[in-house]
C-alpha cells in the first residue's frame, strides 16, 4: 500500500534505544523521511534518506540517530540511541514522490503515516 505504516514505537529510559520501521509501496519514491510533533509544537524534521542513499539529519539527532533503508522489503528504519526526554513525540514516517529538493520540509512530502508513539523516560 501507499500510505506508509509506521511500527516499533514505545517507552524508553533516557539513553535506552528503539528502532522504528516504515513499510511502504505502490510507488517509486525519491525519499522516505522520519517527522516527530510533540505536545503544542509544530511537526519537525528529523532524518530523511534519498533513493541516492544520501542521508539528512536534524542538527539534534545527528550521531544518535541513524536512517536506512532496505529496497527489498520496501522498508526505512530509524534506529534511535543515546535517547532523550526531548526526544519524546509522535514519530511519522513519509514518503515523497517529487524530484524537488525539499528534503526536511513537510510540504516536500506525498505521503504521510498515522505516527508512532515515542516517550523517553528521565
Known amino acids: 500500500q501507499v500510505q506508509p505504516v509506521e511500527s516499533g514505537g514505545g517507552l524508553v529510559q533516557a539513553g535506552g534505544s528503539l528502532r522504528l520501521s516504515c513499510a511502504a509501496s505502490g510507488r517509486t519514491f525519491t525519499a522516505m523521511g522520519w517527522f516527530r510533533q510533540a505536545p503544542g509544537k509544530e511537526r519537525e524534521f528529523v532524518a530523511a534518506i534519498r533513493w541516492t542513499e544520501s542521508t539528512y539529519y536534524r542538527d539534534s539527532v545527528k550521531g544518535r540517530f541513524t536512517i536506512s533503508r532496505d529496497n527489498a522489503k520496501n522498508t526505512v528504519v530509524l534506529q534511535m540511541n543515546s535517547l532523550k526526554p526531548e526526544d519524546t513525540a509522535v514519530y511519522h514516517c513519509?514518503?515523497?514522490?517529487?524530484?524537488?529538493?525539499?528534503?526536511?520540509?513537510?510540504?516536500?512530502?506525498?505521503?504521510w503515516g498515522q505516527g508512532t508513539q515515542v516517550t523517553v523516560s528521565s
Open positions: 513519509a514518503a515523497k514522490i517529487g524530484y524537488d529538493s525539499n528534503w526536511v520540509g513537510p510540504s516536500g512530502y506525498d505521503y
